[in-house]
Antibody, heavy 118, light 106 residues
Framework: EVQLVESGGGLVKPGESLRLSCAAS????????INWVRQPPGKGLQWVSS????????YYADSVKGRFTISRDNAKNSLYLQMNTLRAEDTAVYYC???????????WGQGTLVTVSS | DIQMTQSPSSLSASVGDRVTITCQAS??????LNWYQQKPGKAPKLLIY???TLQTGVPSRFSGSGSGTDFTFTISSLQPEDIATYYC?????????FGQGTKLEL
């Protein structure tokens, strides 16, 4: 069974940093592009970032470019999102999502909540 | 960025009704469109990809159509378990963008 489990969320102050993790199991992690998608409380879905299977390509939404860094460790079946200089508008549930090959996200984690507030 | 506009934003329907949601892209996205279902407190679930292909295991009462800029998502006979918010998503260009969602209520 495909499983993605996010962790690392929490309450931080504006300007602080946080690192999210996503642990994958049940599939060959190194074969897939993986994405971060977020959802602010009560709002819709926002794509955040994407990383190719061998980390050759990383892409970011403009709203996080320069502040967030996506990475992965295929040996550990893990995905990461380093979030720096956090802002109130980054408050959201963050999901990792497997990309089956053409940006159709067929498996998602349960999400981890990041709250940025003073 | 490609803007995705869904309508309606919310919809009240009865069990057995035929339900239709539309999604309009701000530019031609060919058939590069997916549909997701999200229930409260849960992660989204992929229902339809490439505008009209049903994801494995998804009931056949769900369907999608369209190409270019105009797309339609249909539930042929609404079931109680279909109460959720539905999102379209384009993947023609980065950044991938979602519609604002359609909340379906009984």
């Amino acid at each position: 069974e495909v499983q993605l489990v996010e962790s690392g969320g929490g309450l931080v102050k504006p300007g602080e940093s946080l690192r999210l993790s996503c642990a994958a199991s049940g599939f060959t992690f190194s074969n897939y592009t993986i994405n971060w998608v977020r959802q602010p409380p009560g709002k819709g879905l926002q794509w955040v970032s994407s990383i190719s299977p061998r980390s050759d390509f990383m892409y970011y939404a403009d709203s996080v470019k320069g502040r967030f860094t996506i990475s992965r460790d295929n040996a550990k079946n893990s995905l990461y999102l380093q979030m720096n200089t956090l802002r109130a508008e980054d408050t959201a549930v963050y999901y990792c999502a497997r990309d089956r090959g053409s940006a159709d996200f067929d498996s998602w984690g349960q999400g981890t909540l990041v709250t940025v507030s003073s | 960025d490609i803007q995705m506009t869904q309508s309606p934003s919310s919809l009240s329907a009865s069990v057995g009704d035929r339900v239709t949601i539309t999604c309009q892209a701000s530019q031609d996205i060919y058939k590069f469109l997916n549909w997701y279902q999200q229930k409260p407190g849960k992660a989204p679930k992929l229902l339809i990809y490439d505008a009209s292909t049903l994801q494995t295991g998804v009931p056949s009462r769900f369907s999608g159509s369209g190409s270019g800029t105009d797309f339609t998502f249909t539930i042929s006979s609404l079931q109680p378990e279909d109460i959720a918010t539905y999102y379209c998503q384009q993947f023609d260009n980065l950044p991938y963008t979602f519609g604002q969602g359609t909340k379906l209520e009984l």
